[in-house]
């Protein structure tokens, strides 16, 4: 069963793939322009020391999301 969750929700480690975004304007088309689309495979690699930001595995790049940014991501693991 697959459950939904917002991508800064996501253990580091595991992966999922995005169902959809919660975010409008140019937060939203930097999010697509990064490959974040609904089906696209996401994998959480690494957070700072702090926690905040995280780096994720987003079609073959390594891409850091602050949190802010993360919880506007929906994705199924």
């Known amino acids: ?6 991508l800064n929700q996501l253990p580091i480690g595991s992966q999922a793939r995005v169902s959809g975004l919660l ?18 495979l996401v994998k959480s690699i ?6 905040d930001p995280v780096a994720y595995e987003i079609r073959g790049a390594l891409i850091a999301l602050r949190g802010e940014d993360s919880a506007q991501i929906l994705v199924e693991a």
Request: charged share 25%; no cysteine.
């Open 46 to 51: 690494y957070a700072s020391p702090s926690g």
């Open 1 to 6: 069963m697959n459950r939904t969750l917002t």
């Open 23 to 40: 975010s409008q304007g140019r937060m939203r088309r930097r999010l697509l322009d990064l490959g974040l689309v609904d089906g696209t």
